[in-house]
């Protein structure tokens, strides 16, 4: 029983059940407690992790499938003390509300950063709409999603 | 005063953690030994409980602890206390707690509450105000009359949880008058779910013989008061503390899990958390209630409202809640806008089997202000005037009569009709239209408020030149503690606003407030604020005359110096200053406060209300521009404008945010988010896949402007700037689609199959067959008793 994550580039190994959502296993064993369980369906993003540098909500991932596979989460996307581009970019067009969403918008967004980098304001909305925000009406998050592009 | 601006686009503190995944909400708070609590809910709308037994459950692994209605003896409500914590014999809507259980793990405590016997007798359940408004309908508290009243003056009976009216002037005098066309819309609208993205979670300890309750809420002291209450302790015995909130927008101004954490950290002696499922979350949300509205006015054919008179029902559910609160709401909404020669209205809030309705951003306006706007282009086009025209004609200006009475100070309306028709000939002409699309627009006006009412705060001066706020303000993402209320310390002593370091709200360490919302957060805890820093501002004045031997008026605080009004460079830092004044007579202080100024109403006209008349109004211009496809009956929102009331601006590009955001959230709510409830009393939405929430690719950027310069009593001239943006986005949507379809739009949210119902004429007029023909007879107070002087 047990399997081996990397998270972060740290290796670290779980007893937890193996249809374990990798969420619980991220917040509850690893105190990474960025991605949230909001819907828990998929539907909304907050819990968004990078698998092997793609884009996935790890509530609907059993934990044991992401065994020797590379997690990064939101804690893992910039050096400590720091912001990468996009955070950055979110900061300064004071973007941020609740901030629920946010780890998962910021997954997302790091991943739409390094692949798109020709992405149009249309691409940017699409790419958001597995990530769901209550609090913003969205607008700031594509303008400062353009200003990241802009600053590349 | 100050000598330097709190006007600053200052960004947010909190931003940099919360990007990073660092901020600790409550969903994120783990303690050691922590046990983790489930909620046992009814499965039925209505039924009595015949049996429930916790011992099997007790013996199951992993049991700590279980609590049932005997642990929480109180009643809490507002007006009347008619809501125990578990439901005591009697089961009055589907999801109703039973029984509360705390175990090691998660699954452990689930699967205890599986192991919890319960029998249940069905009972007949009212699950519509139609339903329940019946003369032989079955009562949902057939004991209404044994609650304890803690608001004298609503008239209740059976299934009318409580009645508010307001008369003003001869209303039969008005319709009856020769020269007047009579005018009678019928409006409804679902309920609306928040949404907010961290659920309500709470993680409660008991030491010493206090509870510490540390909960996802907007009312620390709210919760700390009804806790006690339903557990039958000292209020004192509570503590609550309140980590950033992860949304509110409402949803968290009531009480919600805190009580079962509560008592089972008493029961078992360890921390307990207990987070509610998103499934919890979408079927017992304290939604933004149903209503069913009705509306009649008296116009003359020049466009003067003689008389205008209005029923409006709002579904409380099983229990009173908000809504008793918000009865109050609908003379200043509905009532709001217009200049009206004579009005009488009653609201009234129903009880049905159904899940308890709440508080949701603009309570009561929504609904009201798509109502009466809806109505008044109904006035416009029956009188053949101009829908903008008459409007201009009858908003309220500068020592107008509203609906209660009364004075509104300042011509506010107009001119920003004026701000919005200069926004709109600004804009680039609209492209050719031959897509076979519907086109129309709307402009649309609100009245809205700023819920005021107590707030303290306390301000430390620190021997290093920083400033500690303490306050019970809680962070719940609008930014309001973040950034204006730093501000407006930071200008009153003249540092930087980063050196105003914000307490997060814990009960034991600031004094009463009446929590964060209904726009109140910048105008009352502000206040409070401002007061408590312009005293530590005093007391470092008089310290830094005497070190600079000049007068303390000759002075100025700015720049994180205390210098000669003119010499800049001059005097010594606050740092030096502060460090001085805690030498020579101690640390230095401040405290503040603040409630409303208790504008009055006229005498006599009102009945049932909490507040009879608004301290700060707060107005909006809308105007919005739809297409409708016909073939599919999809809206899209094509441009989207606003012109708010903000009085000041502290933080303009903090309120650009929070409208568009309102705005966002309007939208959903008048296309798409649709709550409906079974035929087995249950809500049927469960979750994201059937609750349809505003995708980024659903919104325009919304055009902004805000209005400046009208009168407030808020601090340095403010209103509350977050609640508001929502107030008129469902009217400005509703009208824009009757105009671009022609067809009478008398129901939200306009979803392709309601809108392609409308084109093809299949939608019958509403007919609101519960409210009686004669206004009178919607009244359980008789008129003449209510409103005799």
Redesign the interface.
């Known amino acids: 029983m047990g399997f081996n994550l990397t998270v972060n580039g740290d290796r670290l190994s779980s007893a937890a059940e193996p249809a374990t959502p990798l969420v619980d296993v991220l917040?509850?064993e690893m105190?990474?407690?960025?991605?949230?369980p909001?819907?828990?369906?998929g539907?909304?993003g907050?819990c968004m992790v990078l698998v092997d540098g793609e884009p996935t909500p790890s509530c609907l991932l059993p934990a044991a499938l992401a065994d020797g596979r590379e997690i990064q989460?939101?804690?893992g996307?910039?050096p400590l003390g720091q912001?990468n581009r996009i955070?950055a970019a979110?900061?300064?067009s004071?973007?941020?509300?609740?901030?629920?969403?946010?780890?998962g918008m910021?997954v997302s967004l790091t991943h739409l950063l390094t692949t798109r980098p020709d992405a149009t304001s249309d691409d940017?909305?699409?790419a958001?709409?597995g990530?769901?925000?209550?609090?913003?009406?969205?607008?700031?998050?594509?303008e400062a999603t353009l200003l990241a592009l802009a600053t590349a | 005063m100050s000598d330097v601006s709190a006007t600053m686009d200052l960004r947010r503190r909190d931003a940099a953690d919360k990007l990073r995944g660092r901020t600790r909400y409550t969903i994120d708070r783990y303690l050691p030994g922590m046990l983790h609590a489930a909620v046992l809910r009814a499965g039925v709308p209505a039924g009595r409980i015949m049996r429930l037994d916790t011992s099997r459950a007790a013996r199951m692994p992993g049991v700590r602890a279980i609590v049932t209605a005997a642990d929480a003896p109180g009643m809490i409500g507002i007006g009347i206390a008619d809501h125990p914590l578990f439901a005591r014999d009697v089961i009055r809507y589907d999801g109703e707690p039973l029984a509360a259980v705390a175990a090691v793990t998660l699954a452990q405590a689930q699967a205890a509450l599986a192991a919890i016997d319960v029998e249940i007798e069905p009972l007949p359940a009212v699950l519509t105000m139609a339903d329940a408004l019946k003369p032989d309908a079955s009562l949902v508290h057939p004991d209404w009359r044994s609650y304890e009243v803690l608001l004298e003056g609503s008239a209740r009976g059976g299934n009318v949880a409580w009645e508010a009216t307001v008369v003003r002037g001869d209303v039969d005098a008005a319709f009856a008058r020769p020269d007047v066309e009579i005018v009678e819309s019928c409006f409804r609208v679902g309920r609306q779910n928040h949404v907010a993205f961290e659920p309500r979670a709470v993680v409660a300890s008991y030491e010493d013989g206090r509870f510490h309750i540390e909960t996802s809420t907007q009312v620390p002291w709210g919760i700390r008061n009804a806790t006690a209450r339903l557990l039958g302790v000292p209020a004192s015995q509570v503590r609550v503390t309140v980590p950033p909130v992860g949304g509110g927008f409402g949803l968290k101004f009531d009480l919600a899990v805190e009580p079962f954490a509560a008592l089972l950290a008493r029961a078992s002696g360890r921390p307990v958390r207990l987070v509610n499922s998103r499934e919890e979350e979408m079927l017992t949300c304290l939604f933004r209630e149903n209503a069913d509205i009705r509306i009649r006015s008296a116009v003359t054919r020049e466009g003067d409202i003689v008389g205008r008179e209005a029923v409006v029902l709002m579904d409380c559910g099983a229990y009173g809640g908000e809504q008793i609160f918000l009865t109050t709401m609908t003379a200043h909404t509905l009532g709001g806008n217009y200049k009206l020669g004579s009005v009488r209205m009653v609201s009234r809030a129903i009880y049905t089997n159904t899940a308890p309705n709440g508080a949701f951003r603009c309570c009561n306006g929504v609904y009201n202000t798509f109502a009466l706007e809806r109505h008044t282009d109904e006035i416009a086009a029956r009188i053949g005037m101009d829908p903008l025209a008459f409007r201009r004609r009858n908003v309220l200006g500068d020592k107008d009569l509203g609906a209660t009475g009364q004075i509104f100070e300042g011509d506010v309306l107009g001119p920003m009709l004026e701000r919005m028709d200069t926004l709109r000939d600004a804009a680039a002409p609209p492209p050719a239209r031959s897509d076979g699309r519907l086109y129309g627009r709307a402009t649309t006006v609100g009245t809205w408020f700023v819920f005021v009412g107590p707030s303290a705060a306390t301000v430390n001066m620190n021997a290093d030149g920083t400033a500690t706020l303490v306050t019970s303000g809680v962070e719940i993402g609008s930014g309001s503690m973040m950034q204006s209320l730093p501000q407006i310390v930071a200008s009153t002593l003249g540092i930087a606003p980063e050196h105003v370091v914000v307490r997060a709200a814990d009960t034991d360490a600031a004094g009463y407030d009446v929590g964060v919302g209904g726009g109140r957060t910048t105008v009352s805890l502000g206040a409070a604020s401002l007061s408590g820093a312009q005293e530590v501002r005093t007391k470092l004045l008089k310290v830094a005359s005497e070190m600079i031997e000049a007068a303390p008026d000759d002075l100025v605080m700015r720049g994180g110096r205390i210098e000669i009004a003119g010499a800049p460079g001059s005097g010594r830092t606050v740092m030096e200053v502060a460090t001085r004044a805690q030498a020579l007579g101690g640390p230095v202080s401040g405290t503040g406060a603040f409630t409303g100024a208790g504008v009055p109403a006229m005498p006599g006209c009102v009945a049932g209300h909490f507040i009879d008349a608004i301290d700060i109004p707060v107005f909006a211009v809308h105007d919005c521009e739809v297409a409708v496809d016909p073939e599919t009956g999809h809206v899209e929102v094509l441009s989207y404008r606003v012109v708010q009331d903000v009085g000041r601006a502290l933080n303009p590009r903090a309120i650009h945010g929070q409208i568009q955001g309102g705005v966002v959230q309007g939208l959903g709510y008048a296309l798409h988010e649709e709550v409906t409830i079974g035929s087995n009393g249950r809500v049927c939405q469960n979750g994201f896949e059937t609750y349809r929430v505003p995708l980024a690719l659903d919104v325009v950027p919304v055009e902004i402007s805000l209005y400046e310069g009208a009168p407030s009593i808020g601090p340095l001239g403010t209103k509350g700037a977050g609640e508001v943006p929502i107030l008129n986005v469902g009217a400005a949507v509703a009208c824009a689609v009757a105009n671009a379809t022609g067809k009478r739009v008398q129901a939200l949210p306009l979803t392709p199959p309601r809108v392609l119902e409308l084109l093809l004429d299949r939608t019958q007029d509403l007919a609101l067959s519960h409210i009686a023909d004669a206004w009178t007879d919607n009244l359980i107070r008789s008129y003449q008793t209510a409103h005799d002087k």
């Not at chain 1, 105190?31 to 949230?36: F, I, V």
């Not at chain 1, 004071?94 to 901030?99: E, F, I, P, R, S």
């Open positions: 917040r509850e105190h990474l407690t960025g991605a949230k909001v819907c828990r369906e539907f909304c907050a989460t939101v804690e996307l910039a912001l955070q979110l900061e300064v004071d973007a941020v509300q609740c901030g629920m969403c946010f780890p910021v940017i909305r699409a958001l709409t990530n769901i925000c209550r609090c913003t009406g969205y607008e700031r998050i594509v």
